[in-house]
């Protein structure tokens, strides 16, 4: 069996989408937080866009649709998050999630 | 036919709190009124589309005429339209309590804050609303990725609306979590494009076969649909998304936005994935919801906080809506376990938005929401006091309250199957509800000689939680019809997963 040009471009965005998901945990900082789940969004974008390119030799235009969508709403996630990551620093002083939750009184 | 008959109402549901989200935004002034006209609309339309329903059976439209696979389809069946419905009628009420809510200008030292959240209120919620809405009617599975993306965003906002540092790093941390929860949905999106070359909802139904492929999308959707449903034991970031949030926002968050995860894992689990659960899957998720009640209920009882108590018990009745993967293995009893879970889900919403309200204002009044020191509060608030109490009476499941009907089709379910251990579960939850809620009526019904000094209350607000907390009670002595509706279009009549 050989491995088809796509199918090794689908497993490197199943791999983007772990190596993310692992800082995602691993890492406290906000911004690395952040830019995990970017990492972990770019691994299914890859996916969706090998297995376009299954369908020889044009490409199925859907995925890249989905994508094009997935890329608006990833740049909203990204925004939204900055701006809270933001918040939390300027009313914590840290770039960091607390350990223990908080309640305000 | 008359024009209302066959006009397509299914698209002002989501058309009208659109608009309302960008007329919000520049008449600030007049939010309050555009807010509580379009929730009324939008109830309206989905009044009428759930006559179309009854009659026709499901519906499907296509937006803009394009049709699939160019364009978005829309549908709506039984289930949608009762999803629905629980918005419209949750939706009229919280904006009608928020209205008032953020006017009040009681506290004048913290005006700016107040005039701030109410300017950003009314726009997040009628997004949040118009998102929830196209959730409920997608056809496909994209389609229930955006809609989540919206309706998450939306969420998240509200969340942080307060602002204050608590209210911020839950706000914080539900975005990780929705985000990445989103991102395990849309890889299972991928997948199972990827194997089928569809994403609706109907077409894969009749493609999905058992096979490494539809597993691995099943996990990641699932796995993604229960962390965004803080289904136990990824329930770690609601309660204090939810506790932190504004009275109105905590109502929403806890009655429909959990919903609306639910709501998919609903429809994959029984829809599009029949063929490939096994009833081990399904044992695993009422294990889930077992571990939710137990250590839910648990918390609820061990907090200090009114508002941390009424969160977590948000935690615990979400555990039973996962006893319904289990219950519907067999055949018999699948129509009943899932009349029941989705009855559940109305009671509930019902129930815990008017208790969240309810919260709200003996809060206000008292100027904390330390359950110990409430003592007397009902004195003050009788009518607060007894929307908390009424509701109680729901999540505790007593009769006649929807809680209990949803409570007595799950047990039928449970015990004509001969499951004996998850009817036992089922009525250790019920004791321990009514333990966490009479703890908290303990404190409020002593007498106290003098009340201490308290905040008024608007009127609107008192009356509005009592609303829901009696029609959370009367939702027990009209399940007839929600039962008969949910037959359109329900996807366990004929067969039960993992059996066919």
Not at chain 2, 438 to 458: D, I, N, S
Request: charged letters at 10%.
């Amino acid at each position: 069996m050989t491995l088809e040009p796509y199918l090794l471009y689908a497993l490197a965005g199943v791999g983007l989408f772990a190596i993310g998901l692992e800082a995602l945990i691993a890492r406290a900082h906000l911004l690395r937080k952040i830019l995990a789940l970017n990492v972990m969004g770019t691994g299914v974008f890859l996916f969706l866009i090998a297995i376009a390119y299954r369908s020889e030799p044009l490409a199925d235009p859907v995925p890249q649709a989905m994508v094009l969508t997935g890329i608006v709403v990833s740049v909203c996630a990204t925004g939204l998050a900055l701006a809270l990551a933001h918040r939390v620093q300027t009313t914590t002083g840290r770039m960091e999630l607390p350990e223990n939750d908080e309640f305000d009184a | 036919m008359t024009l209302w008959d066959t006009a397509p109402w299914l698209i002002w549901s989501i058309v009208l709190p659109l608009s309302a989200g960008i007329l919000t935004f520049l008449f600030r002034r007049a939010a309050p009124w555009i807010g509580i006209i379009t929730t009324l609309g939008s109830a309206v339309s989905v009044a009428a589309l759930a006559g179309q329903v009854t009659h026709a059976g499901p519906l499907r439209y296509s937006v803009g005429g394009w049709g699939v696979p160019l364009g978005v389809d829309l549908r709506a069946d039984g289930l949608s339209v009762l999803m629905l419905g629980m918005s419209a009628v949750i939706a009229v009420a919280v904006s009608v309590y928020a209205s008032r809510y953020f006017s009040d200008s009681d506290a004048t030292d913290k005006h700016t804050a107040q005039a701030h959240q109410r300017a950003y209120f009314w726009p997040l919620w009628m997004f949040l609303l118009a998102g929830l809405n196209g959730l409920f009617l997608a056809a496909d599975i994209f389609h229930l990725y955006v809609t989540l993306e919206l309706l998450g965003f939306a969420a998240v906002s509200l969340a942080a609306l307060a602002g204050k540092r608590a209210a911020v790093a839950a706000a914080m941390r539900y975005l990780l979590v929705s985000l990445s929860g989103s991102l395990f949905f849309l890889f299972g999106v991928a997948i199972l494009y990827a194997a089928y070359a569809t994403v609706d909802l109907t077409a894969l139904a009749g493609k999905v076969q058992p096979g490494p492929l539809a597993w691995s999308a099943l996990a990641l959707m699932a796995a993604g649909l229960l962390i965004k449903g803080a289904v136990f034991p990824l329930h770690f970031w609601l309660p204090p998304a939810h506790a932190n949030a504004p009275t109105p926002v905590s109502a929403l968050l806890s009655a429909l936005v959990v919903k609306a995860s639910f709501y998919i894992l609903l429809r994959l689990w029984f829809e599009l994935f029949s063929t490939v659960v096994t009833p081990a899957a399904a044992s695993f998720l009422g294990l889930l919801g077992a571990g939710a009640i137990l250590w839910g209920s648990a918390q609820a009882l061990n907090q200090t906080r009114l508002k941390l108590l009424v969160a977590y018990s948000t935690v615990a009745q979400l555990g039973y809506l996962m006893l319904v993967f289990p219950l519907a293995q067999h055949v018999g009893s699948a129509l009943t376990a899932w009349s029941a879970c989705i009855y559940f889900v109305l009671a509930h919403a019902c129930a815990k938005t008017a208790m969240f309200l309810a919260v709200g204002n003996i809060a206000h009044a008292a100027g904390h929401d330390r359950i110990a020191e409430l003592d007397g509060i009902t004195q003050a608030l009788p009518l607060s006091v007894a929307a908390f109490a009424l509701a109680g009476i729901s999540l505790i499941g007593l009769p006649p309250s929807g809680g209990f009907i949803a409570k007595w089709m799950l047990l039928q379910a449970a015990i004509s199957s001969g499951e004996w251990g998850w009817a036992t579960l089922i009525l250790a939850g019920s004791l321990l509800a009514a333990a966490y809620v009479m703890r908290v009526l303990w404190h409020a019904f002593t007498q106290v000689a003098v009340a201490r000094p308290l905040h008024r209350v608007p009127r609107t607000m008192e009356w509005s939680a009592l609303a829901l907390s009696l029609l959370a009670v009367l939702l027990g002595l009209m399940a007839a019809r929600p039962v008969e509706l949910l037959r359109s279009g329900a996807p366990v009549s004929i067969h039960a997963p993992g059996q066919t």
